[in-house]
């Protein structure tokens, strides 16, 4: 069977499969980085990162402590959807609002990690502990004595 442009039944046919086949190997990879930024949650916030090119992407994950610095850090960064996260090492324990991109990033790696900071910067004022009474999804015992002003 010889497929032309007119034949547009085969048309409807081949334009579902390949939307299906999108589907199949893009959910793997959604799953892996929800689950990367479930389990960075456990140190506390996560400010996450997204940088689009031309052929390729990048996002960085940076979980923060309350006291402003990076516990870890990891960028997915790729053409495919078989990239995965890999770590970055180099973070961890620096100021997350005062630590300059690595010159050694490339430049989607560097907007992303950029893009994170300023998650940071809006979502977190200064001073303000991003966990104040809250561990693991529940109050704390002492900010949940049902004072005026707490929930």
């Given at each position: 069977?010889?497929?032309?442009?007119?034949?547009w039944?085969?048309?409807?046919?081949?334009?579902?499969?390949?939307?299906?086949?999108?589907?199949?190997f893009a959910?793997?990879?959604?799953?892996?980085?929800?689950?990367?930024?479930?389990?960075?949650?456990?140190?506390?916030?996560?400010?996450?990162g997204?940088?689009?090119?031309?052929l390729?992407g990048?996002?960085?994950?940076?979980?923060?402590?309350?006291?402003?610095?990076?516990?870890?850090?990891?960028?997915?960064?790729?053409?495919?959807?078989?990239?995965?996260?890999?770590?970055?090492?180099?973070l961890?324990?620096?100021?997350?609002?005062?630590?300059?991109p690595?010159?050694?990033?490339?430049?989607?790696v560097?907007?992303?990690?950029?893009?994170?900071q300023?998650?940071?910067?809006?979502?977190l004022p200064?001073?303000?502990?991003p966990?104040?009474?809250?561990?693991?999804g529940?109050?704390?015992?002492?900010?949940?004595?049902?004072?005026?002003?707490?929930?």
């Amino acid at each position: 069977m010889e497929l032309e442009v007119r034949d547009w039944k085969a048309w409807l046919l081949i334009l579902p499969l390949v939307w299906l086949l999108q589907f199949l190997f893009a959910y793997p990879q959604a799953l892996h980085v929800h689950r990367e930024w479930a389990r960075m949650r456990a140190y506390g916030a996560v400010a996450v990162g997204r940088r689009k090119g031309w052929l390729g992407g990048a996002i960085v994950l940076l979980a923060v402590d309350p006291n402003g610095r990076i516990v870890e850090g990891r960028v997915l960064e790729g053409r495919t959807v078989f990239a995965r996260f890999r770590p970055l090492p180099e973070l961890a324990g620096r100021p997350a609002l005062e630590t300059p991109p690595q010159p050694t990033w490339s430049r989607l790696v560097r907007e992303a990690f950029g893009a994170a900071q300023e998650q940071l910067r809006t979502a977190l004022p200064a001073g303000v502990d991003p966990l104040a009474g809250w561990k693991g999804g529940e109050r704390r015992e002492e900010e949940s004595s049902g004072e005026p002003g707490s929930s």
